[in-house]
């Protein structure tokens, strides 16, 4: 058996709401989320540590008593701690903890006096009146869980990135419209651009809350309102997306876009450490021993408070951003105006729309001083593959369009298909000729770890390769990574001088994150490509840009912020 980091987390996320619900310790609810969260974003395979026998308490939000329930969730497949739960309530009842509402007491009132233990037949009796009679509950009460229970079925659902966008900046556009609005940011895993977003949580400074709420909830695109109180507003967009509304007076607006920025764990720790001062923080500021907000109003003096270095948002992940804001030495991001060209692109030749002049020109427009065309070789499963009359034929209308252009560059380059036992679709006479390599793979998701793993690392031997595609072939949403040891795939790459793509097409941000992290600290290099198949998708580079800096990529990680001369001379070696 075999356990990923974010099976072992969704345990705890478990037992957490089985805490909340039994009425429990509320500090042992925080302390399994901050675990949950903590485990599934851990680089390492915590499965492997554990039978590695190593101290599990090194990691942040991991003690001892949690420690214990990992290791016999490694051993065992269960966790005695939750059995105990699922003995005492039906499963329906965790479902239930999530509607808006509906607080622990409360889901066990109806449970206890009607018998309620699902959605549904929470529903059903919402809809025939009788929640409302209950002692404790009441019409508006009712109509709120009604309307819970309708928004939860499409919940679980997190939004591209890349599709919450265009509705954020929107919103941000109208918002800055009224004149009571100072200020609107879109705050959460937005701002900390996540490729992903549950829902967006918009920061607006203003002076006049009341109103900023009113003008919030008639912005054209929200199609219904679930709160809107004096503390809260959320509402839903057409396109189902929700957003939560914070106002901020202009003296908290560092603390309160810090508060909703999160994550959760690394606000936590915040917290943490101004217990330690006798300090208390909050969205309103961080108070000293006397009441006095010693925050200074913006984020940047939000950190200087404790002593640290500004923390750019992409960093708030307890990935050891602390440590580093305390000893002065986190990344300085890598920004996309510093990229010089793309080198992973397709034009007709396979399976892209546009020919090769037509990319190379897109490419200049943007302000790009070179790209490679890397068409995909000839392998089964994509029948327009290259093939080497074609791979002779696109040589020559490269030369000519450089020829004529004496400012761009293209590149000759080829995206090479990983065999089933990692030898290359392409001959090595062909690869001679290319100024760059790029090996991927496309077909056998399902080979075993050892296989997977073994196949990518001969790939990766041949000499004519330089950089691997796409490494774990994941597409959000549909297809996670294949089984495979990116350590060991991390540590050949070192051997062989291997450089890691970052593929940027918002579905796939593969390295992610955390891989990237992982394979920065172990000295590799990176590439970030837009992987276009049009020219507009050229505009994809910077969600891999995004994807680099949550990893901690600095300009000099990434070759395709070199110039040309030294990017010619790194890929000859
Ligand atoms: P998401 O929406 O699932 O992609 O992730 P986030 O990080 O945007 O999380 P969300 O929307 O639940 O909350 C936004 C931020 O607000 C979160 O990063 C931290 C802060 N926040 C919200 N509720 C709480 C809370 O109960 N405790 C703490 N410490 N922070 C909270
Ligand atoms: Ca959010
Ligand atoms: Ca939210
Ligand atoms: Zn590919």
Request: charged fraction near 30%; glycine fraction near 6%.
């Amino acid at each position: 058996m075999s356990l990923s980091n974010s099976e072992i987390a969704k345990y705890f996320e478990k037992l957490a709401q089985y805490v909340e619900l039994a009425e429990e310790n509320p500090f042992k609810v925080r302390a399994y989320e901050n675990a949950a969260h903590i485990i599934a974003t851990y680089p390492h395979s915590i499965e492997e540590m554990v039978h590695a026998g190593e101290n599990l308490t090194k990691l942040p939000h991991i003690g001892e008593k949690i420690s214990k329930k990992i290791e016999e969730i490694v051993m065992t497949g269960r966790m005695s701690a939750l059995e105990k739960y699922k003995k005492k309530f039906p499963k329906g009842l965790l479902e239930m903890l999530a509607i808006p509402g509906l607080g622990s007491k409360r889901v066990r009132e109806l449970y206890e006096m009607l018998g309620i233990d699902t959605l549904d037949a929470l529903r059903e009796t919402a809809q025939q009146h009788i929640i409302r009679k209950l002692p404790g509950f009441s019409k508006k009460l009712e109509s709120r869980i009604l309307e819970g229970v309708m928004m939860r079925k499409q919940e679980g659902r997190r939004f591209l990135y890349v599709d919450a966008e265009p509705y954020a900046e929107d919103l941000v556009a109208y918002m800055e419209c009224s004149t009571e609005v100072k200020k609107a940011i879109i705050a959460g895993s937005y701002r900390r651009q996540k490729e992903t977003v549950g829902d967006l949580d918009m920061v607006v400074v203003t002076t006049s809350p009341k109103e900023v709420s009113k003008y919030f909830v008639a912005y054209e695109k929200c199609k219904g309102i679930i709160v809107q109180g004096e503390s809260r507003t959320t509402v839903v967009l057409e396109n189902d997306l929700q957003v939560d509304l914070k106002t901020a007076r202009p003296s908290d607006y560092g603390s309160t876009l810090d508060y909703f920025t999160g994550s959760r764990a690394h606000t936590l720790t915040l917290r943490k450490m101004a217990k330690e001062r006798g300090w208390k923080v909050n969205e309103y500021g961080i108070f000293d021993k006397n009441g006095v907000d010693v925050s200074g109003g913006t984020e940047n003096s939000f950190y200087k408070a404790f002593g640290l270095d500004y923390i750019e948002p992409e960093l708030r992940e307890m990935r050891g951003e602390f440590e580093a804001a305390k000893n002065h030495t986190l990344p300085k991001l890598i920004k996309l105006k510093h990229i010089r060209g793309d080198l992973h692109m397709h034009t007709h030749y396979s399976d892209g729309i546009n020919s090769v002049a037509e990319m190379a020109d897109a490419a200049r427009a943007k302000g790009y001083e070179y790209i490679v065309i890397s068409d995909h070789s000839y392998h089964i499963p994509l029948l327009h593959g290259m093939t080497p009359p074609k791979v002779y034929q696109q040589f020559e209308e490269i030369d000519a369009y450089n020829k004529s252009h004496s400012d761009f560059t293209i590149l000759k380059g080829m995206e090479v298909d990983i065999l089933e036992d990692g030898s290359l679709a392409m001959e090595d006479e062909i690869l001679r000729q290319l100024d760059m390599v790029i090996v991927s793979v496309h077909d056998h998701f399902n080979l075993n770890k050892k296989a997977q793993t073994k196949r990518i690392i001969k790939a990766i031997s041949n000499p004519y390769v330089h950089i691997l595609g796409h490494p774990t072939g994941r597409l959000i949403g549909k297809r996670s990574a294949y089984e495979v040891d990116m350590e060991k795939i991390f540590d050949a790459a070192y051997e062989y001088g291997t450089v890691m793509e970052i593929d940027a097409q918002p579905k796939r941000l593969d390295l992610n994150d955390i891989y990237t992290k992982v394979a920065r600290d172990k000295g590799l290099k990176f590439s970030i490509d837009s992987d276009a198949h049009r020219t507009n998708c050229l505009d994809f580079m910077k969600y891999g840009v995004y994807q680099a800096r949550r990893g901690w990529l600095e300009k000099s990680d990434v070759i395709n912020t070199y110039s040309l001369k030294k990017l010619k001379k790194f890929l000859k070696r």
